[in-house]
């Protein structure tokens, strides 16, 4: 499984764009990279996913390193509901026995 | 709201005991996962099941075991429980068998508290 490292926790205001990085050296080919976030109290729930590309979608962007070694998940504006805690996932089937690990902690503040 | 039921939402059993936890998944999804979440080891998967049959095992014990039904709902079964074993469990499904281009759906999750 590839190794990710993220930091763990970040900070930002309120209607402010939020880069969070990640660090996945290790990557295969085929892997794809996840992003999962788990607010409080909650069930993780999915943000966004990419394999080459950047991505959009509604809730945030995927920005992809071109060497696949790195990628950057940015809320564009964050709410105070974007404060959890933020997984990269890289990977090829939800089968494999990875851990979610630490992820990243996001604080919004008012 | 995921489309993911677990019940129930907390159980509090005694160790030796043994408990079914249960997992109905998004209408039209055939993957069920679970995962293990406790505050020093993380997010855990243990076992997926594809449209009634088991795909892959992570760290699951031998004490737990589970299985999907033809309507494709799934339990995971805990027995001769330990304090250890007091963690959130949840459940995941996704449309087909799991692969890198699919989004993972998670439920609220079980609360489990071994006395």
């Known amino acids: 499984d590839a190794k990710t490292t993220q930091p763990n926790s970040m900070e930002s205001n309120e209607e402010e764009p939020v880069h969070l990085p990640c660090n996945h050296s290790?990557?295969?080919?085929?892997?794809?990279i996840h992003w999962y976030r788990q607010l409080p109290s909650q069930g993780p729930e999915y943000v966004i996913h990419?394999?080459?590309s950047n991505v959009n979608n509604r809730m945030a962007s995927l920005a992809i390193a071109e060497d696949r070694k790195s990628s950057t998940l940015i809320l564009h504006r964050a709410t105070l509901r974007d404060a959890a805690v933020y997984y990269c996932?890289?990977?090829?089937?939800?089968?494999?026995?990875?851990?979610f690990g630490p992820g990243t902690r996001l604080s919004v503040l008012p | 709201d995921s489309g993911v039921t677990q019940t129930p939402k907390h159980l509090i059993t005694a160790t030796g005991q043994r408990v079914t936890l249960r997992c109905s998944p998004r209408?039209?999804?055939?993957?069920v996962y679970w995962y293990q979440q406790s505050l020093d080891q993380g997010l855990q998967f243990l076992i997926h099941?594809?449209?009634?049959?088991?795909?892959a095992k992570g760290n699951i014990l031998e004490r737990f075991s589970a299985q999907q039904f033809p309507d494709l709902h799934s339990e995971l079964n805990l027995s001769s429980l330990e304090l250890g074993d007091s963690a959130l469990y949840f459940c995941?499904?996704?449309?087909?068998?799991?692969?890198?281009?699919?989004?993972?759906?998670f439920g609220s999750g079980t609360q489990l508290s071994v006395l």
């Open positions: 290790t990557i295969s080919g085929t892997d794809y």
């Open positions: 099941y594809y449209n009634g049959e088991e795909r």
């Open positions: 990419g394999l080459t």
């Open positions: 995941a499904s996704s449309v087909t068998q799991g692969w890198g281009d699919e989004k993972l759906f």
């Open positions: 996932i890289p990977l090829f089937n939800y089968g494999q026995n990875f851990v």
């Open positions: 209408s039209g999804d055939l993957s």
